[in-house]
Structures are given as C-alpha cells and as structure tokens.
C-alpha cells in the first residue's frame, strides 16, 4: 500500500505523511499529529486509568513516543491513527495494572495491621 496522497481533500498533510516527517525530526509535524488527536488520546487514557493528572502525563508520553519510534511506523500495516491509538492504549493499560497492583499491595498492608 503507498502512501495517502500528500493532501487530503481540504488541503491538509495526510497523517501518514505527517509521521514521515516526523521520523526525519520534523517537530512542526508532530505539533500538527498533537492538536489533532491529542483530545482523543486524553480520552483513551481517562476511560483506562480514570486519572485526569495520570491522564495527562499519558498523553505526552504517548507523543514523546511517536517522536521517538516514528521510524517504525509502516502505513502498509495501518493507519497512523490506528499505531497511535494502540500507543496510548497500551501506555494507559500499563499504568492500570501498576495503579491495581500499588492498590492490592496498600490493601494487604493494612489487612496485616
């Protein structure tokens, strides 16, 4: 599968192009993949971890992330919009696991006093 054309219909750079630009340390690309879908990252996060200021955190590390492993995105294997929301998904399911095994742990400490 080759890349989008290099504008979608209402003259904007495509996603997948944004991500090439990206990898080769474009940050006025990765400012524009932000505004675009930060809201929706923040989204994925708080239905996961349910933490506005964890949440947020997420988000930027998510972005650090597309910064550093843009190289490895393949447009042949999906959509950018689809390796970014696995991206953040996997961030967030991550730190659940870490908040419910913090959580058990509190729990057992206190069952022992």
Same mark, same amino acid.
């Given at each position: 599968?080759?890349?989008?054309?290099?504008?979608?219909?209402? &003259? =904007?750079?495509? +996603?997948?192009?944004?991500?090439? =630009?990206?990898?080769?340390? +474009?940050? *006025?690309?990765?400012?524009?993949?932000? !505004?675009?879908? @930060?809201?929706?990252?923040?989204?994925?996060?708080?239905?996961?971890? +349910? +933490?506005? @200021?964890?949440?947020?955190?997420?988000? =930027?590390?998510?972005?650090?992330?597309?910064?550093?492993?843009?190289?490895?995105?393949?447009?042949?294997? &999906?959509?950018?919009? &689809?390796?970014?929301?696995?991206?953040?998904?996997?961030?967030?399911?991550?730190?659940?696991?870490? =908040? *419910?095994? &913090? *959580?058990?742990?509190?729990?057992?400490?206190? !069952?022992?006093?």
């Amino acid at each position: 599968m080759a890349l989008r054309l290099t504008t979608e219909t209402n &003259g =904007q750079l495509t +996603d997948e192009i944004l991500a090439t =630009q990206v990898a080769q340390g +474009d940050v *006025s690309a990765l400012e524009i993949l932000y !505004d675009r879908y @930060a809201p929706t990252v923040l989204g994925i996060a708080l239905r996961i971890i +349910d +933490d506005r @200021a964890l949440a947020e955190e997420l988000l =930027q590390e998510t972005f650090w992330q597309v910064w550093q492993s843009a190289v490895t995105y393949q447009p042949e294997s &999906g959509s950018f919009t &689809g390796w970014l929301f696995r991206m953040a998904r996997q961030l967030a399911m991550n730190i659940h696991a870490q =908040q *419910s095994v &913090g *959580s058990q742990g509190i729990a057992k400490t206190a !069952d022992a006093q």
